[in-house]
T-cell receptor, first 117, second 115 residues
Framework: AQKITQTQPGMFVQEKEAVTLDCTYD???????LFWYKQPSSGEMIFLIY??????QNATEGRYSLNFQKARKSANLVISASQLGDSAMYFC??????????????FGKGTKLSVKP | DAGVTQSPTHLIKTRGQQVTLRCSPK?????VSWYQQALGQGPQFIFQ???????QRGNFPDRFSGHQFPNYSSELNVNALLLGDSALYLC??????????????FGSGTQLSVL
């Protein structure tokens, strides 16, 4: 069963507007972490934001915020004031904490964001 | 402070050949993970090395093997290459035993093409 689902293969947003990238996840582990990474055409995965399953507040990092709805198992990324440099692939990922140890990251298929001038 | 470095950046091989990819982790990191990213897909976990031992492994055949050196750098070896092994191979480093929010730092990857 797919553990991370990103239903938007591609998204367009006008420069300076906000955009939401969707991510739903599936796990039976009560302890887990959710990550968003950006992958520009260079190939490097760039960390954007993290949300822990027990965090009470939604995570924010500059123009990035994570809309975490635990009951719905969703962790949507919100990018405010889009810039041309935000055009890239965006991946949602989950880490399950097996018995206290750190698990590997499980990635979704990604969403390609294109910012229009 | 150098980040994660991978070499080579591009590689072309033919079916049946063997390939070795290399990775140097970010300074201060002791754990290296390898991921395979096929075209149009998200990265898939291959394995993780810490203290020169394979600690975790994803669903990849034994043709995929690795090594970690005392300086924490790592190699990924793939034997008997198949066309389906064509992908971007990403190396990621982190600190072992960190908090659950320990983020992975990725290199720019090695693009492997198998003809």
């Amino acid at each position: 069963a797919q553990k991370i689902t990103q239903t938007q293969p591609g998204m367009f947003v006008q420069e300076k507007e906000a955009v939401t990238l969707d991510c739903t996840y599936d796990t039976s582990d009560p302890s887990y972490g959710l990550f968003w990474y950006k992958q520009p055409s260079s190939g490097e995965m760039i960390f954007l934001i993290y949300q822990g399953s027990y965090d009470q507040q939604n995570a924010t990092e500059g123009r990035y915020s994570l809309n975490f709805q635990k009951a719905r198992k969703s962790a949507n990324l919100v990018i405010s004031a889009s810039q041309l440099g935000d055009s890239a692939m965006y991946f949602c990922a989950m880490r399950e904490f097996y018995g206290g140890s750190q698990g590997n990251l499980i990635f979704g298929k990604g969403t390609k964001l294109s910012v229009k001038p | 402070d150098a980040g994660v470095t991978q070499s080579p950046t591009h590689l072309i091989k033919t079916r049946g050949q063997q390939v070795t990819l290399r990775c140097s982790p970010k300074s201060g990191h002791d754990t290296v993970s390898w991921y395979q990213q096929a075209l149009g897909q998200g990265p898939q976990f291959i394995f993780q090395y810490y203290e020169e031992e394979e600690r975790q492994r994803g669903n990849f055949p034994d043709r995929f093997s690795g090594h970690q050196f005392p300086n924490y750098s790592s190699e990924l070896n793939v034997n008997a290459l198949l066309l389906g092994d064509s992908a971007l191979y990403l190396c990621a480093s982190s600190r072992f035993g960190g908090q659950g929010n320990e983020k992975l730092f990725f290199g720019s990857g090695t693009q492997l093409s198998v003809l």
